[in-house]
């Protein structure tokens, strides 16, 4: 057991912050330090493509599609060191972290051929839809409906319904859906992952403001709108068991990255705190001390999971993730505003737009909601983790 | 990057569990608790049969080398049966003399403590003067005190062994709440105490030692807790369903886990930065001690709140678990005061 990383590992280290620094000192200067995933949409889709020519945009991925092949650790130190130099959220992380090894683990080669390059080359961005007004926390009782049809002598997937919380909907080329392909089916049964090109009129976006005046999230609409046969991952009825794949490489070597992230937001409360005095207070350092523990066992936690070679013993420690770093982004939120005072609840711009510390506050109230609330996470630790007997459902 | 256990490591930690768990039964600890506080024939065949007292302790002291990442999988298999074993002051007082004491001193005592012939304490807050070597006054609370027969002491400026039949020192063992570890004041009157060569030296190794036995038991302790009351929700019926169905209770459980999990990254990062001898190992160590004392606070007490009425009872093993937890949360200090290290280390001193 180490704590640290090998001579080699270091090395890929430091090429990779030179990079990034070098890029965020010269051509990329304007978007530095960007913490929300929205501001300046199109500059973001520059670097997508920065990144892509230069060979780092999916290092993870397979060389033959235009990855590194590179190790879990390098990925984890690649993410570290992207936040670390100040590098705004990439604008394609569901193409380059969810699409993509979609994909590569279930799809054909024809649709690898297909859409593979253009996500590496950060041509191509990705949003998700899954969840609907009626399918939130009950993720399986989705209602847009797919289904196959003869136009003009050609077989397309035709859907309608209705997508909700499709975060950057309004600058993606691309949606994958889960749609019900199978008339009268239930829950996870009779659902199907299909791929759609955002740019038909079949296909309308309303943005949804949120709290803190910013619109990251949308609502989708589909009316008759299509895509080609064989835009389909996996079998028809498969959609499920893709759809569950793919939540789980949210839990892989990104979390390392967000927490630098959180480092940074970290240090910016300890500056203020410091700054304003508030640091003297024995309440206050309390606090700090707690976030500062709290951060630095989120990382040892993630090294566990990361580092282990038995993946099936760390599988019910990997499901505590998720609610351990949200509850921690909001308490972190929280203190945040205790230790701006009232300065933290005005902001000197014009519009409704906050800085870095206002927005965490407001932002990490959706942390514990989306990708599962905390309520969903705890079942899912105590069902899966602990194999209690499950909750039992309704008739719906 | 490589954050996990070698072959060695869990080979070690599954000796320990499977010895604890056959050996330190509740009815063994039980008349420990009975008794004063500890149970003989596991701590000899703790120290002779499975030579665990020499891990974390150099060879050339007669240790068995190897390091805190071991040390914690022992007394973190330890802490999941509450066992009644002077471990702490093995921990501290062992570590203490192998690090800081005369060659004549570890040359005398070590052997014996690692063997179990002899069982090494540290006392906690002192009120003592001293003259020279010649110490008057009290240390409060030594863990295992009361059957000690050498004590590692500590005040401004010095550390010294004392022997349990030094002239002028009494024994003051009180009821103590954890009966697993009973606690006992040393009164002084010109108690002459023989110096370790290297104070600080000694008092470091105290700490780290210190701090990583007790959150690596509170996290064996949390971990039991946790485990007997899955085990507990699923065979309790009531409103013909078992009670774990119930998200009020089982929400309570998955939060258990959460934190135990953190307490886990807590103790293990903290043992190897002490072996790395790491920059992070002062604030590891604070993390560690005061995280894993919470957290094994919080299940312990769930586990009484989650089993009811019986989870009050002398008869079932909650209380043990609670007692524990409540006295690894003051022992060595509380979690405030190592948070404030933590907050001086980063946001440096108050005012």
């Known amino acids: ?396 | 990057m490589d954050f996990a256990f070698t072959d060695e490591q869990v080979m070690i930690a599954e000796t320990a569990r499977a010895f604890f768990a056959e050996n330190a039964t509740s009815a063994r600890t039980r008349r420990a608790m009975a008794a004063d506080g500890i149970d003989r024939e596991l701590w000899a065949a703790f120290c002779q049969d499975l030579g665990f007292a020499g891990v974390g302790i150099a060879e050339e002291f007669g240790g068995a080398g190897l390091g805190m990442v071991e040390f914690a999988c022992i007394a973190e298999a330890a802490g999941t049966h509450v066992a009644a074993l002077p471990l702490l002051g093995l921990a501290t007082a062992a570590r203490g003399i192998a690090a800081g004491g005369t060659a004549a001193q570890r040359e005398k005592w070590l052997s014996r403590i690692l063997s179990g012939e002899a069982v090494a304490a540290n006392a906690g807050k002192w009120h003592v003067e001293r003259q020279g070597n010649y110490l008057s006054g009290s240390f409060d609370f030594a863990p295992h005190g009361n059957i000690a027969d050498v004590f590692v002491v500590s005040a401004t400026g010095g550390s010294w062994l004392i022997e349990r039949d030094a002239a002028g020192l009494k024994i003051e063992a009180p009821v103590t709440m954890d009966q697993t570890r009973p606690l006992a004041t040393l009164h002084m009157d010109r108690v002459l105490g023989e110096p370790l060569a290297d104070h600080l030296g000694a008092v470091k190794a105290m700490h780290s030692g210190g701090w990583i036995c007790l959150a690596a038991e509170a996290l064996g302790g949390a971990q039991a807790c946790l485990d007997r009351t899955v085990a507990y929700a699923k065979e309790r019926i009531q409103f013909g369903r078992p009670i774990g169905s119930f998200q009020a209770y089982k929400h309570r459980l998955a939060d258990m886990m959460v934190e135990i999990e953190q307490a886990r990254s807590a103790v293990y990062w903290a043992a190897c930065a002490v072996d790395e001898t790491s920059d992070e190992g002062p604030l590891a160590l604070h993390a560690a001690k005061s995280f894993c004392a919470d957290a094994f606070f919080k299940c312990a007490g769930d586990m009484i709140q989650l089993h009811g009425g019986i989870g009050f009872t002398w008869e079932h093993d909650a209380h043990l678990y609670f007692k524990r937890a409540r006295s690894i949360q003051t022992l060595r200090a509380p979690g405030n005061w190592h948070r404030e290290e933590i907050a001086k280390i980063i946001l440096g001193d108050a005012a």
């Not at chain 1, 965020?24 to 929205?38: E, H, N, Q, V």
């Not at chain 1, 060979?55 to 397979?62: T, V």
């Not at chain 1, 389909?232 to 789980?248: H, N, Q, R, S, T």
């Not at chain 1, 990490?364 to 899912?380: E, H, K, M, P, S």
């Open chain 1, 1 to 396: 057991m180490k704590l640290g990383f090998s001579p080699a590992e270091e090395a890929f280290r430091t090429e990779a912050a030179d990079w990034l620094n070098t890029q965020m000192a010269g051509p990329f200067k304007d978007i530095k330090g960007i913490t929300t995933l929205t501001e300046k949409a199109e500059r973001r889709k520059e670097w997508e493509q920065h990144l892509g020519e230069h060979g780092w945009g999916c290092i993870g991925w397979p060389k033959a599609w235009g990855g590194r092949d590179a190790t879990i650790a390098q990925q984890v130190i690649f993410a570290e060191e992207y936040a670390r130099a100040g590098v705004p959220g990439r604008v394609n992380h569901i193409g380059i972290e969810l699409a993509g090894p979609t994909i590569l683990t279930f799809g054909t080669e024809a649709q690898k051929a297909r859409f593979l390059p253009g996500i590496a080359k950060g041509q191509t961005i990705f949003c998700q839809g899954f969840s609907e007004p009626g399918a939130g926390s009950d993720l399986a009782s989705v209602r847009t409906k797919g289904r196959l049809e003869t136009i003009d002598g050609v077989k397309y997937w035709v859907v309608n319904g209705q997508k909700i919380w499709t975060s950057l909907a309004h600058i993606s080329d691309w949606i994958f859906v889960v749609t019900r392909t199978e008339e009268g089916s239930r829950g996870p049964k009779g659902l199907s992952f299909l791929m759609m090109d955002m740019a038909q009129p079949g296909i309308e976006i309303r943005p949804i403001q949120q709290i803190n005046g910013d619109a990251e999230f949308n609502e989708t609409f589909f009316t008759d709108a299509r895509c080609a046969e064989d835009s389909i991952i996996g079998a028809p009825g498969e959609g499920w068991k893709i759809a569950m794949g793919l939540l789980a490489f949210e839990r892989g070597v990104s979390t390392l990255g967000q927490q630098m992230a959180f480092r940074n937001e970290l240090d910016e409360i300890i500056a203020a705190a410091k700054r304003n005095g508030s640091a003297a207070d024995p309440l206050i350092r309390q606090r700090i001390a707690k976030a500062e523990i709290g951060l630095r066992l989120m990382r040892y936690g993630a090294l566990r999971m990361l580092s282990n070679r038995d993946h099936s013993r760390m599988d019910g420690a990997a499901l505590t993730y998720k609610i351990q770093w949200a509850s921690w982004r909001r308490n972190l939120g929280e203190l945040a505003m205790d230790v701006l005072g009232q300065a933290g609840e005005v902001t000197g711009g014009d519009g409704y737009r906050w800085g870095t510390l206002p927005n965490l506050f407001l932002y990490a109230r959706a942390d514990t909601i989306y990708g599962g609330t905390n309520q969903i996470q705890r079942n899912l630790i105590a069902e899966r983790g602990l194999g209690l007997p499950r909750e039992p459902r309704g008739d719906a």
